[in-house]
């Protein structure tokens, strides 16, 4: 028999765990362990290493390895930029403000400058502060397997009509609002001057529908308490955050 391996198998190693083929512990699961016998089962294997779609293009190619490989420098970073937005005819600045406009980067540095740029050109921004119960609740980085769920929750956030944000929970995995689900803000209700709920337009919602007059991708999300690990300290906010740039790394799942 002949097994196909198809996409870019140099990926990032899990986040949470070692790849099954990596395995050599006797006492692991057993499904680590099948998977480990079944690449030791491979005999033989070709690698397809030549580009063929961008083979007239080498500065290119150097820029897709560097990509690949995580050392992409701030002038190719730059310079890919430029490429693309040649050709779709966009500006940065045109697609900042696009709903459906997400930008990918390659490192965090470069995801925290857009979205500094993004929350800085918009209008009536509403700054949102979570409660927290203690000091270590407090903490901007908390260490994270202390503070567990409870770290999902921003200290700080930042909403504005229009504005393009992601799911940090689980919500309702059923409903379609999991962790990492992107949609756009409708709109803000206060009570007084708090921010009791924001009205969201998910494409991914699957749940009840709020108004037979509004769109069925619209849902209101309100704030929760998510607790650290231990359950003695928590925080209670928006579990959401800005959506509009992200890492190609915690992008792999979209």
Known sequence: ????????????????????YTCADNNASPLKLMGKLAYDSIRHHFILDESVRQVQDKPFIEMLQQARDGNISEDKFTEWNNRTLLQTGKTFESMLHTDKALFLTPTNARKDKILAKYIQSATNVVHCQSEANSRFAKSENPNKQKAGLMARVPLMNYFFVGMMVKMTVNVDVKAGLSNGARGIVKDLYFH?????????DMPTYKGKRLHKDLPRTYCLIGKFNMFSSDFKHWRNGFPLQVGKADTIHSSQGI
Not at 192 to 200: A, M, S
């Open 192 to 200: 007084g001057n708090e921010l009791q709920f924001i009205l969201l």
């Open 1 to 20: 028999p002949m097994t196909i391996f198809t996409g870019d198998l140099k990926q990032l190693q899990p986040v949470l765990d070692t790849a099954p």
